[in-house]
């Protein structure tokens, strides 16, 4: 029974299918356009806008045209530190300045390789042996060398060969108690 049930379903399903797709089409209603009513336009008044004022034009400082890397050690870095901006703002050169402790045991291992600093401090008696092994370079004050005290000169000077620039000279003093002495000595023999 149940096989004739399904198919007697099958049969109504096919008829049904078969009666639709036969039926006459119904006419779509005709479409009514409604007409269209246009708005007056009202013109709203034209209001110029104050031409815009040009901001004043800020200039990006031009990249440095070089950069010079110094070693110093902890007395001598923090003012060269402060010299940099003015060093940078004159001749558009950046400089980089590193603290550095044990300079010298640093350079001689960093400069054969490329990695030393273009401008290092230390004391002139290292430049003997600093020379010797082709560390360092000879340099020219040119008509500045007459601005500098002749003895440091000297004293930076290798075999005739000027290689570092004195920018500074100590000095001994000699003090006495005027209570106690009353002419200062001529000679330390005195």
Known sequence: MNKKLWTI??????AVMILAACAPKEEAAPVVEEPVVEEPVVEEPVVEEP???????VEEPAAPVATIRIWADDTRSAILTELADDFLEAYNVEVIVEEVANIRDQFTVAAPAGEGPDIT???HDQAGSMVASGLLSPIDLGDKAANFVSSAVDSATYDGVLYGMPFATENLGFFYNTDMVSEAPA???D
Request: hydrophobic residues 55%; glycine residues 0%.
């Open 187 to 189: 000679t330390w023999d």
């Open 121 to 123: 401090l230390m004391p």
């Open 9 to 14: 379903l099958s049969i109504l399903l096919v």
């Open 51 to 57: 031409a815009p004022t040009e901001e004043p034009v």
